[in-house]
């Protein structure tokens, strides 16, 4: 199915399988560069995308994206900022990689790769940037390529601009 989605400020065309048998519209969605979109409506063509819808039930409906269209129009501002602008934090969120540490014992490791898990263990996870940032690149791969750490999908709420 083609739908345009709406993304903070600007719309663009995927195409995509939608999950339910309703209308699409109104729906959010995470994209694969893990931030939010609403489906805005449908478009004749699009780019394909994998792409996900985490809610079973539409965010907006149609006459609440027409009542912003013309609020927006009045206020002269891009009508899908005012959408993102008049959703609440919660629904806006991004899809982000962390490093985890995995259940593997670390009895036989060395000092600096207990440290390096223990420092993981202790914040639940990190980003991997600043895991290599802070212990080194080499070390950070060897221990997800030995099995003790892993990456790690999370959703984590948006801040507005």
């Given amino acids: 199915?083609?739908?345009r989605v709406a993304t903070g400020g600007r719309v663009i065309d995927i195409s995509a399988d939608f999950p339910y048998p309703t209308s699409p519209v109104g729906y959010r969605v995470l994209l694969p560069s893990g931030s939010t979109g609403?489906?805005?409506?449908?478009?004749?063509?699009g780019v394909p995308m994998e792409v996900s819808f985490p809610d079973a039930k539409p965010v907006v409906f149609s006459f609440h994206l027409d009542a912003i269209k013309d609020l927006s129009e009045l206020y002269g501002m891009p009508?899908?900022?005012?959408?993102f602008s008049l959703l609440p934090n919660?629904?806006?969120w991004r899809e982000e990689?962390?490093?985890v540490a995995t259940d593997k014992s670390t009895d036989f490791l060395d000092k600096k790769s207990s440290e390096v898990i223990n420092y993981v263990k202790t914040r639940?996870?990190?980003k991997e940037e600043n895991l290599k940032e802070r212990f080194g690149w080499r070390l950070v791969e060897l221990l997800k390529e030995k099995g003790f750490l892993k990456e790690e999908k999370d959703g984590k709420h948006q801040k507005k601009k």
């Fill in 79 to 83: 009508p899908w900022r005012l959408l």
């Fill in 38 to 45: 609403v489906v805005v409506g449908v478009s004749s063509q």
């Fill in 1 to 3: 199915m083609n739908l």
């Fill in 97 to 99: 990689t962390y490093i």
């Fill in 90 to 92: 919660a629904l806006l």
């Fill in 124 to 126: 639940g996870g990190v």
